[in-house]
C-alpha cells in the first residue's frame, strides 16, 4: 500500500518541486492542495500523473481542508501553504496572519486524522535583524516583529504544542533564499535573472550592501527528503540554507556578468521594513547529517538556472 502524502501550497515553487521529488520516488500517493493565490497548476505534474491529484483548497477554510483530509486519511503532511513574497507580504498584512488559521487546522486535522508527522516550512525571517552570525537554531533569538516571520513563529509554536499536548510528530524547516526553476518574480534571484536577461535596470534597494545566502531548490529537496525519510528532524527545527554570506549588489553584478547583460544597477530608496542587513545560517546539521556534502556553489546554480532556462514570471 503506498504512502499516502498531503502537500499544501503545492503549486508553489518549493512545494511542486517537492511534489515531483515525491512522485519520482514511487511509493507514494500525493495529494496537493492549493488556492493557486500564489501558486501555478503549470507548476505541478498532469492531472493524468499515477499516485497524484491536485485540488484547489484554501487550507485557510476549515470545511475545505477538513473534507480533503478526512477522506484521505493522510500518513504525513508538509504545511508550505502560506502567503509570500517581502512586497506582497507588507502590503497584505492582514491576509498573512490570515494563514495562522491554516496552522491551527492543519495540526487539529492531522492530530484527528492519525498523521505520523507533519512538516512545516518555516522561514529565516523569524530571527529578524541577527544578534549573531551564523544564525543557530537553538541560541539565536527570533526577534522579527513582521507579520510574515511573527506567523512562521506561531506556526512553530503550535507544532511544538501539538506534541506535547497530543504527541503529533513534527519537523521543521527554517528555508533561507532558496532558488531554482519555476520561482516567481518576488524573490531576488529569479527578478535580478529575468531583468539581466532582458538587458533592463536591476533595482536594488539602498545600497546593496545587504547580505544573503542562497540554496539552490535541488539541495533544499534532497535535505528535507532525506530529514523524512531517515527519520530525522524529528520534533526539532533545522536551518535550510546557503551558508555563503554575498552582497545584494555583488549578487547583481555576478548575475551581469554571467548572462553577459546589458543591465544597469539603479539604486532605490530601501525598504521600511523587513530588508534584514545580515542573513547566514548555521547550517552545520544541513551539510553533515541530511546532505552529508557541501551544498551546490552559487554560480553553479546560476549556471543551472541559464541551462534550464525556466522562470515564472506570471504571478
Not at 518576488?186 to 536594488?204: G, P, Q, T, W
Request: net charge positive; aromatic share 10%.
Amino acid at each position: 500500500m503506498k504512502i499516502k502524502i498531503l502537500v499544501t501550497g503545492g503549486a508553489g515553487f518549493i512545494g511542486s518541486a517537492l511534489v515531483s521529488a515525491l512522485l519520482a520516488k514511487q511509493n507514494y500517493y500525493v495529494v496537493v492542495i492549493d488556492d493557486l493565490s500564489t501558486g501555478d497548476i503549470l507548476k505541478l505534474p498532469p492531472r493524468d500523473t499515477q499516485n497524484f491529484k491536485f485540488i484547489r483548497c484554501d487550507v485557510n477554510d476549515y470545511q475545505s481542508i477538513a473534507a480533503v483530509m478526512h477522506s484521505y486519511k493522510f500518513d504525513y503532511v508538509f504545511h508550505y501553504a502560506a502567503m509570500v513574497g517581502v512586497i506582497r507580504t507588507q502590503q497584505h498584512p492582514l491576509k498573512v496572519l490570515h494563514d495562522i488559521d491554516g496552522i491551527r487546522n492543519v495540526c487539529s486535522l492531522s492530530k484527528n486524522t492519525g498523521v505520523k508527522r507533519l512538516f512545516f516550512a518555516s522561514s529565516s525571517e523569524i530571527y529578524g535583524e541577527p544578534f549573531e552570525i551564523p544564525q543557530h537554531v537553538y541560541t539565536t533569538p527570533l526577534n522579527s516583529r513582521v507579520p510574515y516571520a511573527i506567523v512562521k513563529n506561531v506556526g512553530e509554536a503550535y507544532l511544538r504544542s501539538y506534541y506535547q499536548e497530543f504527541g503529533l510528530e513534527y519537523s521543521i524547516f527554517r528555508f533561507f533564499n532558496t532558488y531554482g526553476p519555476k520561482q516567481s518574480m518576488d524573490f531576488v534571484m529569479s527578478k535580478f535573472m529575468i531583468k539581466a536577461l532582458k538587458n533592463e535596470n536591476i533595482e536594488i534597494y539602498g545600497d546593496g550592501s545587504q547580505t544573503r545566502t542562497f540554496c539552490y531548490i535541488n539541495d533544499n529537496i534532497e535535505a528535507c527528503l532525506n530529514a523524512f525519510e531517515q527519520n530525522l528532524v524529528v520534533n526539532d527545527v533545522v536551518n535550510i540554507g546557503g551558508n555563503k554570506e554575498i552582497t545584494i549588489k555583488n549578487l547583481a553584478e555576478i548575475i551581469i556578468q554571467k548572462t553577459n547583460s546589458k543591465s544597469k544597477i539603479v539604486r532605490v530608496p530601501p525598504l521600511k521594513d523587513g530588508d534584514m542587513h545580515r542573513r547566514c545560517p548555521d547550517n552545520t546539521y544541513m551539510k553533515e547529517q541530511l546532505l552529508k556534502r557541501e551544498l551546490i556553489p552559487l554560480e553553479e546554480g546560476i549556471q543551472k538556472l541559464l541551462h534550464v532556462g525556466l522562470f515564472d514570471n506570471t504571478k
